[in-house]
């Protein structure tokens, strides 16, 4: 008899195998199955559609998730995100870093990253750059992902002055992590 791990398990290896339209199926056939889902199978189920591009498809199954009343958490909006920085949908992924806050569940630098990274790729530098400063005021750790995203996107807009600016902060968060490393 299937179950909600059977089929978890499933598209979980649908999703690591590349085979997005196929966890789909799986998906489908599990309320045909009257078999029930979990946040498991939708986060399972939004990361094949994010590692395709399928950005509407992961965005679909996101609002059918919150029809479903399951807990939505981090690793569903950093699927999410990435899904929308591969489709270089920056708008949807800014309401999701916003919807992320509503919900008081905590971006995470890949999250940061990847809406970054979305901005930088649509010419929306100057709203990468605001989502960089947003990082730092909010706790969010930045990493040399989050360092290159930015500086790729100041390069869209032209303007080297705060290039600077960001090596500096690079070179300030480099030698704080070193410092830690090397007093541990």
């Known amino acids: 008899r299937y179950n909600t791990v059977t089929f978890n398990a499933a598209i979980s290896a649908c999703e690591k195998g590349g085979k997005w339209e196929e966890a ?10 009257e078999v029930e889902s979990s946040p498991v199978t939708f986060n399972a189920s939004i990361s094949a559609c994010e590692r395709a591009g399928e950005w509407g498809e992961a965005l679909h199954l996101f609002s059918l998730m919150l029809q479903s009343r399951l807990e939505v958490g981090a690793i569903t909006f950093s699927a999410l995100v990435s899904a ?33 990274t979305a ?30 995203a930015a500086i790729s996107a100041r390069d869209r807009g ?10 500096s902060v690079m070179g300030g968060v480099l030698l704080s992590s070193l410092r830690s490393h090397l007093l541990a």
């Open 119 to 148: 901005c930088e790729k649509a010419c929306e530098w100057e709203m990468a750059l605001q989502l960089f400063s947003v990082m730092s005021h909010v706790r969010v750790e930045s990493n040399m992902i989050t360092f290159h």
């Open 158 to 167: 032209g303007m080297c002055e705060s290039e600077i600016q960001l090596f």
């Open 24 to 33: 789909l199926q799986l998906f489908s056939l599990m309320s045909l199955a």
């Open 84 to 116: 929308c920085e591969k489709g270089c949908e920056w708008g949807s992924a800014l309401q999701l870093l916003s919807f992320m806050a509503h919900t008081r569940v905590e971006p995470s630098t890949n999250t940061f990253n990847a809406a970054i």
